[in-house]
Nanobody, 116 residues
Framework: VQLQASGGGSVQAGGSLRLSCVGSGITLSARVMEWYRQAPGLQRELVAILSITGGTHYADFVKGRFAISRDDAKNTVYLQMSNLMPEDTAVYYC???????????WGQGTLVTVSS
């Protein structure tokens, strides 16, 4: 099983990025998919959840700005990030799990840097 995250980069505040998480050896539509992030010196925190049935949940600090989605044909989960702020700077990780908030598999992380 492998999760390959990509799409990070450097943007200015107010900009947008789309992160991708491609699954190999795993069917992402059969798992709870989540995005987490970890800023320097801080603990990893949950950003967004996509349930098997398509339901979504977002951390308060990204509500209205981020959107998690899935393309089953591509076995890929996305995190569309808009109106980015400097405090969104972190390494973003995708994960796959059987249940929410209990990741079984992790992607390698992709760095997002937002400058003011």
């Amino acid at each position: 099983v492998q999760l390959q995250a990509s799409g990070g980069g450097s943007v200015q505040a107010g900009g947008s990025l789309r992160l991708s998480c491609v699954g190999s050896g795993i069917t992402l539509s059969a798992r709870v998919m989540e995005w987490y992030r970890q800023a320097p010196g801080l603990q990893r925190e949950l950003v967004a959840i996509l349930s098997i049935t398509g339901g979504t949940h977002y951390a308060d600090f990204v509500k209205g700005r981020f959107a998690i989605s899935r393309d089953d044909a591509k076995n890929t989960v996305y995190l569309q990030m808009s109106n980015l702020m400097p405090e969104d700077t972190a390494v973003y990780y995708c994960s796959a799990a059987e249940t929410m908030r209990s990741p079984t598999y992790w992607g390698q992380g992709t760095l997002v840097t937002v400058s003011s």
